[in-house]
């Protein structure tokens, strides 16, 4: 495979050719934020957070759809890109009922913990939370779409891994939710194989297991590149 070099914060690096910009900025050690990204899963760009600035672009780039390219310049911190992923995060947070105290995965969400990162301290925009419903006809888990930030992370899982494609995607704006089956309740979704890998992805308190205590609610997304891992090299007990 060809190599490209490109510079990354002033510093000249080389990359596989075709390589995500966001592979190789991680491959430097530095620190993105990130939340519709997960390893294991394609990239989407949809929550644009890992967004760069490209000398001689005028448009910021998410860098996890973007691949490199022979002397491409980039930089991963500026003041302005720190206020637009603020921005990002705070417009997340308005969406939806993100009322971290009385949330399940208060400590272990990835949309919490960005937000501290950030310093996002407040919320500039007015409140939306519309009232959407919960769905808790799962044997296994709970979907509350009130704390959902439409990463589609377990639409991805369910499809690419799982292989059900029991989740998706529907409606537009504020009242765009994930549904499981034909819009149904989630427990009566015949493709769903209550495999719980949705759940391990989730980013936020939109899904979680049920009768699970808030200590036991520690999701585990490294489980995916073990998965994916063992298919390539079929080998499916470790010791
Ligand atoms: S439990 Fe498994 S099959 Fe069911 S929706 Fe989640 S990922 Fe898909
Ligand atoms: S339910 Fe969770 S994983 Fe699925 S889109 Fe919403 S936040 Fe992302």
Partial sequence: ??????TINDKLVSAQAGQS???????????????????GLT????????MVE???SPRLVASCVTPVAEGMVIQTESQRLTAYRKMIVELLLSERNHICASCVMNGGCELQS?????????????????????????ERNVMD?????????????????EGAHTLDVMGRGIQQRVIAGLNQAWGTSRSCTKCGKCVQVCPTGALFKKGATAA????????????????????????
């Fill in 54 to 56: 490209v000398v001689g």
């Fill in 21 to 39: 910009l966001l592979s190789a900025i991680k491959d430097q050690g530095i620190d993105i934020p990130t939340l519709c990204c997960l390893e």
């Fill in 1 to 6: 495979m060809s190599v490209v070099t490109l």
């Fill in 145 to 161: 779409p009130n704390r959902c930030i439409l990463c589609t992370r377990c639409v991805r899982v369910c499809d690419q891994v």
């Fill in 216 to 239: 036991e609610m520690e999701k585990q997304h490294d489980f995916l590149i073990w998965i994916l891992d063992g298919r390539e090299k079929k080998i499916w007990r470790w010791s």
């Fill in 43 to 50: 990239d989407w760009g949809g929550c644009r957070l890992c």
């Fill in 114 to 138: 960005v937000a501290a990162k950030l310093g996002v301290d407040h919320v500039r925009y007015d409140y939306l939370c519309p009232d959407l419903p919960m769905d808790a006809s799962h």
